[in-house]
């Protein structure tokens, strides 16, 4: 557990329904699920009372980053077929019991999602919890689209390359077309050294095309690619500089002003930028 948060929590029953938040991308590959699993442990590290949903049906790996691939003896479409109860399928966190996670099924269609066994779901957790964290699928099909009428907002994941950026802002037109509210995007695997080698576009670029909020950046850390392996999620290692960012991340998300970290502020790039002659 992060000590680092411990002593703030005071869990927190919110009397108004949870915000259903669906994590989105516009590829595979760029970290979504990672974000999601570590957001989630943010928003409940803060206090909050959050639930979240592996919405790739077919693939499900958020387990596996969250470190409860062994827990697993139901899943979404169980509940949905009533072959379990919600309460059966629902994992509570060890560290911190106001996270619960909803796992996929490895063995139904992207599609499957749908219908009113699905909302009837969402309905019941929004009286529960502050927060609905959906883990979408990857890109803009029907997985995705079947999410978005019982989402709130839509939080984009990208990573700082030209291909992402530009597929994220198709993925943008699609939210738009469906009235999903699309504010914020979190940049994934940045490195200031790559971006003022214009191998990364800059964070300031990243905006001018998107035409969003820059939630949070979250650096190339190899510790990010150990927690997966190790099933600890990194924000759950208070050393490691992307623990730091993602702590950021969730605090901004309640609306707390938390300066980027230093590594990403205009300033620091400036002065390293001026160091070497540019």
């Not at 699928?137 to 990208?158: F, H, S």
């Not at 597929?167 to 699309?182: Q, Y």
Request: aromatic share 6%; with cysteine; proline share 4%.
């Amino acid at each position: 557990m992060n000590d680092m948060l411990r002593s703030d929590i005071g869990y927190k029953t919110n009397p108004d329904l949870a915000k259903v938040v669906t994590v989105v991308s516009g590829k595979g590959g760029v970290g979504k699920s990672t974000i999601s699993a570590n957001l989630s442990l943010g928003l409940a590290m803060t206090g909050q009372k959050v639930v979240v949903i592996d919405a790739d049906i077919g693939l499900r790996n958020l387990d596996i980053i969250l470190g409860y691939s062994d827990r697993i003896f139901h899943n979404i479409i169980d509940v949905i077929e009533g072959e379990c109860t919600l309460s059966d399928a629902l994992i509570q966190d060890k560290d911190f019991p106001n996270l619960s996670f909803l796992p996929a099924s490895q063995i139904h269609e992207k599609g499957s999602l749908k219908g009113k066994g699905f909302s009837k779901i969402i309905e019941t957790l929004k009286v529960e919890y502050n927060y609905i964290i959906i883990d979408s699928p990857a890109g803009i099909g029907v997985g995705l689209k079947n999410l978005l009428p019982i989402t709130d907002t839509a939080l984009l994941v990208v990573n700082p390359d030209r291909t992402s950026v530009l597929d994220a802002d198709r993925t943008i037109g699609v939210l738009d077309d469906n009235d999903v509210k699309t504010t914020d995007v979190v940049v994934n695997r940045f490195s200031i050294e790559k971006a003022q080698k214009e191998i990364f576009l800059s964070l300031d670029q990243i905006k001018d095309i998107l035409g969003l909020n820059i939630l949070g950046v979250v650096p190339e850390d190899d510790e990010i690619s150990e927690s997966v392996n190790t099933g600890l999620p990194v924000i759950k290692k208070s050393w490691a500089v992307s623990s730091k960012a993602f702590i950021n991340i969730a605090r901004r998300f309640t609306g707390k002003s938390i300066p980027l970290l230093y590594i990403f502020r205009p300033s620091f790039m400036k002065r390293l930028l001026g160091r070497i002659g540019m």
